[in-house]
């Protein structure tokens, strides 16, 4: 619901904004404080000429971390195009001492440069954007696509980071999209068919994709999986075998984020998918619709355009980390709070599950417990091209508990239910501080923008946590919020020859603390408004701070009609 207009004329949003700076936040502390971040410039592709290409997700498996992007256009050293397909894959060369450099796949010879004589190379040359990539396209996307001619074709875009579901195989829900090259209407240039599931593995001669059905996910529903998807255990006991696990999957509407629910047996079929519903607190049997813009039935209100959820071994809670879509080039971040338990469940009380903090497998604490306000995290640095876009976090760098302990083969002693450490090149993990406490980030940047003519290039950088705070109530288990400035350093030792690359691509919130909504809605106001507050102020400012609120509503009322 917008902010309706005040009868005199004037604009009521200000209204809003100093209410929430006022009440933005009911609590100042956070354990999410930033002590360096370092900017690692663009990933390396030296198998190909030159390439261009967005998005950036990836998952472990196998001892090999597997990278995965939208749109790809191979190009000669001219800038003329050698191949354009609609994703592809890669395997970082050295995950240990360059998390930049790329080994490519279907990479082929394409004729001679004229002026130096050298080979082009591209990826996939014999495959158009209307036949395939790396994820394969079904006979009547096809058929499709040979009828459009270019006019108008459906894309495969994974879109998100795959989940891994053991140590050698994960799945990932892409959607597929219709993407026309000349809509009469701007904002339908891209359109949702719906969503698709693949399985993905790691083997010697590359990466392997295989697509579990066609169209899983209507378009004319939410495109669950689409943001984030996180596996575990079931509500009831810990599960026998692989069918008996849940996956939580996070879908983005206008709204915000609506989540699903579904044994891992049953993905394709989504009759048997589950939706939670915030008004009642539990999973129901029917979806919300699309268009739902009530947000007391949104899971997560705000807006989001990329992002990844995982549990943080660092912090002892899952993570959420994004971009919503004020193209302000910003990386955001949440925590699940567990100090603010949703509703009145006795196994899911403060401090998590019966109060002993919670596991990488307890999912479920996803709608047990609220999450925080968000923080700015990072603001990456936009190219010439325009904002940056596709955000995400990738926490198979920096930590050797990236798989959950129980997607280990059986037998596996726990001591040895660690994966390898990836990023020694950047920070060694004797020095690294523990596991999580470094995080590699990446965007999608422009560095030429434009529709069938723009450059794009995935950029990299690293994130270091500080200690965490001290919680002045003395709940959560690790000071004040610290006032430090994050230092900001270069690593153009990991940087390696410059390449030029890019393609066209174009409330589960607390019900006391309602406030956790009105940040999101404000943006920077509610930033502020962190900022502004702190638990150690004195009785009389609080006592002081509610006036003026209440002045404000009151001001609200007299003046205008302006409602929530």
């Known amino acids: 619901m917008g902010i309706r207009r005040a009868r005199n004329g004037y604009d009521l949003s200000i209204l809003f904004v100093l209410y929430g700076l006022l009440f933005g936040c009911t609590c100042g502390w956070t354990p999410i404080v930033v002590k360096n971040i370092t ?92 036949t395939g990539g790396w994820i394969s396209f079904s006979r009547d996307e096809l058929e499709f696509n040979d009828k459009r001619k270019g006019i108008e074709r459906v894309a495969i875009w994974p879109g998100t980071s795959p989940t891994p579901y053991s140590t050698s195989q994960a799945l990932l829900f892409a959607p597929l999209v219709y993407v026309d090259n000349k809509p009469q209407d701007p904002s339908k240039e891209y359109q949702a068919r719906g969503m698709t599931l693949i399985s993905i593995a790691a083997s010697s001669s590359g990466p392997t994709v295989d697509r579990q059905g066609d169209l899983i996910i209507s378009g004319l529903q939410v495109a669950y999986g689409g943001f984030s998807s996180v596996l575990g255990y079931t509500s009831t006991a810990k599960p026998q075998d692989l069918n008996d696990r849940d996956v939580y999957l996070f879908g983005m509407t206008e709204a915000g984020l609506q989540l699903a629910r579904a044994s891992v047996g049953q993905l394709t079929d989504f009759s048997k998918y589950s939706f939670w519903d915030p008004t009642q607190l539990r999973f129901i049997k029917n979806p919300p619709a699309l268009s739902e813009k009530d947000f007391k039935r949104v899971y997560l209100p705000g807006t989001f355009s990329s992002g990844s959820i995982f549990y943080s071994p660092y912090f002892h809670t899952f993570l959420m980390i994004y971009f919503n879509k004020y193209v302000d080039s910003t990386f955001r971040i ?80 726990a001591s040895v239910r660690r994966n390898q ?144």
């Not at 998005?55 to 001892?63: A, I, K, Q, R, T």
């Not at 395997?91 to 790329?102: P, T, W």
């Not at 596709?390 to 280990?408: K, T």
């Open 39 to 130: 900017q690692l410039g663009p990933q390396i592709t030296p198998d190909v000429t030159q390439v261009s290409r967005d998005g950036g997700y990836s998952v472990l498996l196998n001892g090999q971390i597997i990278w995965l992007y939208d749109d790809t256009e191979c190009l000669d050293r001219d800038g003329k195009q050698l191949s354009f397909v609609s994703n592809t894959a890669a395997y970082a060369k050295d995950a240990n001492q360059n998390v930049s450099m790329l080994v490519d796949f279907g990479v082929e010879a394409v004729g001679k440069d004229k002026k130096t004589g050298k080979t082009n190379y591209a990826i996939l040359a014999d495959t158009t954007v209307a």
């Open 334 to 413: 949440r925590f699940l709070d567990l100090n603010n338990p949703v509703g009145d469940d006795p196994t899911w009380p403060k401090q998590g599950k019966r109060g002993k903090g919670i596991a990488p497998e307890d999912v479920e604490a996803l709608v047990k417990y609220a999450w925080s306000p968000e923080q700015e995290l990072y603001k990456s640095p936009p190219a010439k091209g325009g904002f940056n876009y596709a955000g995400m976090a990738h926490p198979e760098y920096f930590n050797r508990q990236y798989f959950a302990p129980s997607l280990y083969p059986k037998g596996t002693s």
């Open 421 to 564: 450490w990836y990023g020694s090149g950047l920070v060694s993990e004797t020095k690294a501080g523990g596991d999580g406490k470094h995080l590699l980030l990446s965007w999608t940047s422009q560095l030429r923008g434009g529709f069938g003519s723009g450059i794009y290039q995935v950029q990299l950088a690293k994130v270091e946590f500080d200690t965490v705070p001290d919680d002045p109530q003395g709940d959560f288990p690790s000071a004040a919020v610290s006032t430090s400035t994050p230092t900001l350093s270069l690593a153009p030792s990991v940087q390696g020859p410059s390449v030029t690359p890019g393609a066209p691509s174009g409330p589960h919130t607390l019900p006391s603390r309602p406030s956790s909504t009105a940040l999101t809605s404000i943006g920077s106001a509610g930033r502020i408004a962190q900022r502004w507050w702190s638990p150690g102020s004195s009785l009389l400012f609080r006592r002081c701070r509610a006036l003026v609120g209440v002045l404000v509503l009151l001001i609200g009322w007299v003046f205008g009609d302006a409602v929530w």
